[in-house]
């Protein structure tokens, strides 16, 4: 199914499990991208970007607002898993297989690229672990990555286009995790189990930014609003559109 021109694919977690052990038994680079409302009101100003997900092998349902979207399209409401979990399924297979991941880190990031390696290998004993901290504007830098599995933690849209930059006969799989590595080195708290549940996350996250300074406040205030009130009437806008040109 599409949102607004995007791609997203409607499988559950078992399913999309799956499609990672074969992605890695695939001699071929495979990108993943993790959908929220906010990639796709992105992706509407941004036709690279569009592109990248709309080509990418597997696109996952991350954020609550696409259920709502399918919901309106009257289709049976594609099962969410958020980028932080899937993240944790992927070092799990890759500890297990004994795959080298690559992570290209955000050096302006909130954690520092040994600290994610130390909580990756203390989470994840003898998990093979390489890296290198970049500048996320430089989003067209193309590395020699000879690792199996490459993580982007720049955010969207530049993680998903510097991933795309990094094809190559090696790498199998590549997927952008925005700041879920923060997760991990507690430098950031995930929401509660009963809030990840129902998809409100966002008010945790806006809960969190009231200890940032103002302009923290402001940016995250301004990222809410478009995916809880902005996405929504403009999925409306679209379905009402669509009905006229049809009648």
């Given at each position: 199914?599409?949102?607004?021109?995007?791609?997203?694919?409607?499988?559950?977690?078992?399913?999309?499990?799956?499609?990672?052990?074969?992605?890695?038994?695939?001699?071929?680079?495979?990108?993943i991208?993790?959908?929220?409302?906010e990639?796709?009101?992105?992706?509407?100003?941004d036709?690279?970007?569009?592109?990248?997900?709309?080509?990418?092998?597997?696109s996952?349902?991350?954020?609550?607002?696409?259920?709502?979207?399918?919901?309106?399209?009257?289709?049976?409401?594609?099962?969410?898993?958020?980028?932080?979990?899937?993240?944790?399924?992927?070092?799990?297979?890759?500890?297990?297989?004994?795959?080298?991941?690559?992570?290209?880190?955000?050096?302006?990031?909130?954690?520092?690229?040994?600290?994610?390696?130390?909580?990756?290998?203390q989470?994840?004993?003898?998990?093979?672990?390489?890296g290198?901290?970049?500048?996320?504007?430089?989003?067209?830098?193309?590395?020699?990555?000879?690792?199996?599995?490459?993580?982007?933690?720049?955010?969207?849209?530049?993680?998903e286009?510097?991933?795309?930059?990094?094809?190559?006969d090696?790498?199998?799989?590549?997927?952008?995790?925005?700041?879920?590595?923060?997760?991990?080195?507690?430098?950031?708290?995930?929401?509660?189990?009963?809030?990840?549940?129902?998809?409100?996350?966002?008010?945790?996250?806006?809960?969190?930014?009231?200890?940032?300074?103002?302009?923290?406040?402001?940016?995250?205030?301004?990222?809410?609003?478009?995916?809880?009130?902005?996405?929504?009437?403009?999925?409306?806008?679209?379905?009402?559109?669509?009905?006229?040109?049809?009648?």
């Amino acid at each position: 199914m599409k949102i607004l021109g995007v791609k997203i694919d409607k499988f559950n977690r078992k399913e999309i499990l799956q499609k990672v052990e074969f992605f890695l038994a695939e001699n071929k680079f495979h990108q993943i991208a993790t959908i929220n409302p906010e990639f796709i009101l992105l992706a509407q100003d941004d036709s690279e970007f569009r592109d990248i997900l709309n080509q990418s092998a597997l696109s996952v349902v991350d954020g609550i607002g696409l259920k709502f979207a399918s919901w309106l399209s009257f289709q049976r409401a594609p099962k969410r898993f958020t980028g932080a979990d899937l993240l944790q399924k992927i070092l799990e297979i890759a500890k297990k297989k004994q795959l080298e991941i690559f992570l290209a880190n955000n050096k302006d990031g909130l954690s520092s690229l040994e600290q994610i390696k130390k909580s990756l290998i203390q989470k994840y004993p003898n998990l093979k672990v390489t890296g290198k901290d970049l500048d996320r504007k430089n989003v067209s830098q193309k590395l020699d990555i000879q690792s199996l599995i490459v993580f982007c933690n720049f955010g969207a849209p530049w993680q998903e286009k510097f991933l795309n930059c990094q094809k190559n006969d090696t790498i199998r799989l590549a997927m952008g995790v925005g700041g879920a590595f923060d997760f991990l080195t507690r430098k950031t708290q995930r929401a509660p189990k009963w809030m990840q549940k129902f998809g409100l996350e966002w008010i945790w996250r806006w809960l969190q930014t009231q200890k940032t300074s103002k302009s923290q406040k402001v940016k995250r205030g301004q990222r809410i609003f478009r995916s809880v009130i902005v996405f929504p009437w403009k999925v409306i806008f679209d379905k009402i559109r669509t009905y006229d040109k049809k009648n």
